[in-house]
């Protein structure tokens, strides 16, 4: 697979009660156009990355309604895989372009979160789960949570250690203006915040957010840009955390990545920079684990040890802040993930760049798992 | 564009109280694999065409959930574009096994409406429109009984025109024994039933339904199918209908129309049969012109002298029994259409048969045409 990343952005994330839908997608394509210096005539078709329009917003045909926003009027439309809409939006976009029917794409990942009352958004959020799982009452913190007492209990792994992911991705965080937090966190912090399902304090869990990330992809040779995807790979598993075999592991995430470094022709020790669903702490430790940056079990101490924090070890992880700092507006995160790595790899990611990244993975998940799609950037 | 049809099925369509989505998935998944003979192992990715189970059903991650349910565990999305949803699947299904990353998908159009009170569901539809037509209180109805009164005005086109749609497709559905309404309708049954919205009568107008189908598509040569995709192609134009020129035709149908002929190397005489989106008497009208069939403001007035009637003229349109007859679960339309034209051309279509038919198209619309896409099947 060969994609071209001609240009990626992202509107700043978290509450942000004074934008619609409508302004912050307008926002970020003219973002992506001006980066690309393409008109926006020269756009043949529209893949919007989104989970809950149509159950918050009753909005939907996303698809069309995006593309007279954005005064395009091309072939568009809605991806919906939960909270990887936005990973699948890449990937479908990115087969578009190979097929051959397309030349150049926009992929919007957009998603509405916090004008509406938490209880709706919880049980919209909720409709990514098998009905078993929802008619118990759970939420997803609570089937993090069971995930994070499987971990503790087979790999003696700590709070302390989960909350040092809390900790690393706010300190990223507090390098990019566009996250939602700023402030770094202390582990002391973290350690005292609130009970939302034990082990799972507040600041293990990723916030409830609004934001929007953009990307123009094409397979177009002698575009100019030297950034390209060079692994799509999308993986599911059952959509119920009780019909697997093992809690301390996400099967799609392992199948995807297999599939992803295959397709790319490198391994987990040839990536620079990654950008993993970190929904809740426990979940970016189990991703370094599946992905095989770590051998299993042996993820939590190499993060409290800081080996994935920036200028101190490799891969860095979560550069942006991570869904727990940068915010996790659902339908945007997969998207958001490519943005960050294409300018970790194009040297313009900031404060926050890592030192000659060349190859650089996304990771996103759907609900606790049951998709899961893995993207491998490289630069030229 | 060459995309081979390796099994197409459907449910039957209705009110069907008795069956769970789960369970119509199931029947109709069973009934590709057998009439393909493959394992369902073999199946690398699962496309769903879906609109409403999110509004209505409070499901998202419909992919995952299918797939898990069908037993697959593979690559899944939900494809969403309106009452475009199908055939948008379609056409995002046949560009990923035309990009070589698979080899042969499951494309499952399905929808569950009837199990919801009415106006919860009108309310869902009208998620398709543009925020000023519901703010207004208009529903689909309303919209196109606006595009009837335009035509009428402009052309000269009759109620009694309009009605012969609806008798044609009662017509053809009466031979389908998976339609909804299995009853012929006779022209004044038609023109004497309660308006819904004048100058359209109940029987103008597509019910409400359920169900699913099915198609197989794999890029890949010799298959031992000679039935192929030949053009696949989507367009979009203004959600709502007073930002349009003209509202006697629908400008998305005439540009996917041109592209389509266009990428399959024929014309709108060629064409043996067609499967045209009739969500009202008046909307088969303007397909009919929209695609070329007939010459502007002709085409009423063939229809009602049976041009397009089975065993009377050429292009027989609508021998499912289109929306009106056969029923509307919005999400399998497009996918249902693509399976009627398969089996035409394979010469499986039973008694509603159209003899040496080698050429077929389908026309499948969401909203009042804010998204339009076309396919175009061949016989090798």
Request: with cysteine.
């Amino acid at each position: 697979m060969k994609v071209t990343v001609l240009a990626g952005a992202t509107t700043k994330f978290g509450e942000l009660w004074d934008f619609s839908p409508r302004v912050l997608a307008q926002q970020v394509t003219a973002q992506v156009l001006k980066e690309s210096g393409l008109a926006k005539n020269k756009i043949e078709a529209v893949f919007v990355g989104n989970m809950l329009s149509s159950s918050l917003g009753n909005q939907d045909h996303l698809g069309a309604f995006f593309s007279e926003e954005l005064g395009m009027n091309v072939p568009a439309v809605k991806i919906e895989a939960a909270c990887a809409s936005g990973g699948m939006a890449v990937h479908l976009a990115a087969l578009s372009v190979i097929s051959g029917q397309y030349k150049k794409v926009l992929v919007l990942g957009i998603e509405k979160m916090t004008d509406y009352k938490p209880e709706m958004v919880n049980s919209a959020l909720m409709g990514a789960s098998s009905d078993a799982e929802r008619e118990t009452g759970a939420t997803f913190a609570a089937l993090y949570a069971l995930i994070a007492r499987a971990h503790m209990e087979k790999y003696r792994t700590t709070e302390k250690e989960m909350a040092q992911v809390a900790v690393k991705n706010h300190y990223h965080a507090s390098l990019n203006s566009h996250a939602q937090y700023t402030v770094p966190l202390t582990l002391e912090a973290v350690l005292k915040s609130s009970v939302v399902a034990s082990p799972l304090k507040i600041f293990d869990c990723s916030p409830i957010s609004d934001g929007a990330a953009a990307l123009i992809l094409s397979s177009e040779k002698n575009t100019g840009s030297d950034i390209y995807i060079a692994a799509s790979a999308p993986s599911t598993d059952t959509l119920g955390i009780s019909q697997r075999d093992d809690l301390t592991s996400l099967k799609s995430a392992k199948i995807a990545s297999r599939l992803a470094f295959s397709q790319a022709g490198v391994g987990p020790a040839d990536i620079d920079v990654a950008e993993v669903h970190d929904c809740f702490t426990i979940a970016e430790i189990i991703a370094m684990e599946d992905i095989g940056f770590f051998e299993k079990g042996a993820a939590a101490r190499a993060i409290y040890e800081k080996k994935t924090w920036l200028n101190i070890g490799r891969p860095v992880v979560n550069t942006s802040g991570g869904l727990k700092a940068a915010g996790h507006p659902v339908g945007a995160t997969g998207v958001k993930q490519v943005v960050e790595i294409y300018k970790q790899l194009k040297g313009i990611a900031g404060k926050k760049q890592v030192k000659s990244s060349r190859i650089g993975l996304t990771h996103n998940v759907g609900g606790t798992g049951a998709t899961c799609v893995i993207h491998i950037l490289k630069k030229n």
